[in-house]
């Protein structure tokens, strides 16, 4: 039998700086929370990935030719689904003019960028992207539950 569903549940919230030596933080800390939540080691490795990812680009992206501000993850359970929301305050980008990498073709011809948004999409069931000045840039994953709809 599968969770009652219910409205979605806010886990935790996490604010860090954004530099590189809190990514793992960042990362472990998703994965405490959603290992307290339930999910197998699958999905927990699966969301790990994406996460690390995600808040690599924010280091990364987010904030090059300015001071490293901060970026907040946020997990909430609910509806069947583990969402994970990574938000910064830093530039926007526009993902769909990041190339599709041609995962087949061999290293040299490849060009360079674009296999971390990759990965958050394989490894995620929904990635959407929000672009506000005021209220920051966020990144919304969310994994489905086995058995969950």
Not at 19 to 46: F, K, M, S, W
Not at 82 to 102: I, K, L, Q, S, Y
Not at 113 to 126: A, C, E, K, T
Request: charged share 25%; glycine share 10%; aromatic share 6%.
């Amino acid at each position: 039998m599968g969770r009652e569903e219910l409205p979605a549940r806010h886990l935790a919230k996490l604010r860090l700086r954004a530099v590189l030596e809190n990514v793992p933080v960042a990362t472990e800390c998703v994965a405490a929370i959603a290992r307290a939540a339930g999910l197998e080691d699958q999905l927990l490795y699966q969301i790990q990935l994406a996460v690390d990812e995600a808040c690599a680009n924010v280091v990364e992206h987010a904030y090059r030719d300015l001071d490293a501000g901060d970026m907040e993850l946020v997990c909430s359970l609910g509806d069947g689904t583990f969402t994970v929301r990574v938000r910064d305050w830093g530039h926007g980008f526009d993902p769909n003019g990041v190339e599709v990498p041609d995962v087949g073709a061999p290293l040299e011809e490849r060009s360079l960028g674009g296999l971390g948004l990759f990965l958050v999409r394989q490894m995620m069931d929904s990635v959407q992207f929000h672009f506000d000045a005021e209220r920051g840039n966020e990144l919304v994953m969310v994994k489905r539950l086995p058995g969950e709809g």
